[in-house]
C-alpha cells in the first residue's frame, strides 16, 4: 500500500513463511495479532517489511524486521479495521530493528524481554521498557537521546551498545536509565545516568541479537552515574 497497511490475526499469530521475502510495505504499518508476530532469529523469521512508520501490538511476542531503511515507532490506528495500537508492545517478547536509523516516538514495551536495533538509534518521545531485560544496539553509529531528561530505558537487566556513542555529556544529554544491572560497551564515549537507585555494572548478553557486553567499556570516555 503507499499510505497505510494493516494485517490483524484476531485470534492467532502472523507467521512468515517465506523467508527473507519482504511482507508489508508502506510509509505506514499496523501489525495485530492475539498471538505471535513473526519468529526469532532474525530476517527470514520476522515479519519483514518496509515502512516508515510502525506501530505493532502482540498477546505473546513479536519480531519485526525493516529491511528498507529508517524506521519510527507511532501511535497509529489500523486501516479500515480501527485498531489504535500505542507503539510497539508485546505480551512476552519483543524485538524491532531497522537497516536504517531506528527513532523511538512511540513506546516500545514487553512483559519480559525488549530489543531493538539500528545503524543508530534515536530516542525521541518515546523509551524502551522491558521486566526482564532491555537490549539497544546501534550497529553503525550512536544511541542518541533528544528528549531531556525522560527515562529513555527500563528493565531489570539493560544492554547498550553502539558503535558511536551512547547519550552525550550535560544534564539532559546523557542516557538515563532505570534498572538493576547495566553493561555498556561503545566505539566512542558513553554517558549514561540512573535515575532510579541502586546499580550493578554486569556482564549481560543483549536480548535477540546474542552480543555478549562485560561491564562498561568505551573506545574514548565513559561516565556511569546513579542516584
Do not use: K, W
Not at 531506528?102 to 521498557?129: D, E, P, Y
Amino acid at each position: 500500500a503507499g499510505n497505510n497497511a494493516a494485517v490483524v490475526a484476531n485470534n492467532g499469530d502472523i507467521t512468515d513463511t517465506n523467508g527473507a521475502t519482504v511482507d508489508v510495505s508502506a510509509q505506514n504499518i499496523v501489525l495485530v495479532a492475539t498471538g505471535n508476530i513473526g519468529q526469532p532469529g532474525g530476517a527470514g523469521n520476522s515479519l519483514e517489511i518496509t515502512g516508515q512508520e510502525l506501530a505493532a501490538q502482540s498477546g505473546v511476542s513479536s519480531y519485526i524486521s525493516d529491511v528498507n531503511g529508517n524506521l519510527v515507532t507511532s501511535n497509529l490506528t489500523a486501516a479500515s479495521f480501527g485498531n489504535v495500537v500505542n507503539g510497539v508492545n508485546a505480551g512476552a517478547d519483543t524485538c524491532v530493528e531497522t537497516v536504517g536509523t531506528l527513532t523511538v516516538n512511540a513506546n516500545v514495551t514487553a512483559v519480559n524481554n525488549a530489543a531493538i536495533q539500528g545503524a543508530s538509534v534515536v530516542f525521541g518521545v518515546g523509551n524502551v521498557s522491558a521486566g526482564n531485560n532491555a537490549a539497544v544496539v546501534a550497529n553503525n553509529g550512536s544511541i542518541t537521546d533528544i528528549n531531556g531528561v525522560t527515562t529513555d530505558v527500563s528493565a531489570a537487566n539493560i544492554v547498550l551498545v553502539a558503535t558511536g556513542n551512547i547519550g552525550a555529556p550535560g544534564v539532559g544529554n546523557g542516557l538515563e536509565i532505570a534498572g538493576d544491572n547495566l553493561a555498556a560497551q561503545t566505539g566512542g564515549s558513553s554517558y549514561i545516568s540512573d535515575v532510579t537507585g541502586n546499580l550493578t555494572i554486569a556482564n549481560l548478553t543483549a536480548a535477540s541479537f546474542g552480543n555478549v557486553v562485560n561491564g562498561v567499556n568505551a573506545g574514548v570516555d565513559t561516565c556511569v552515574e546513579t542516584v
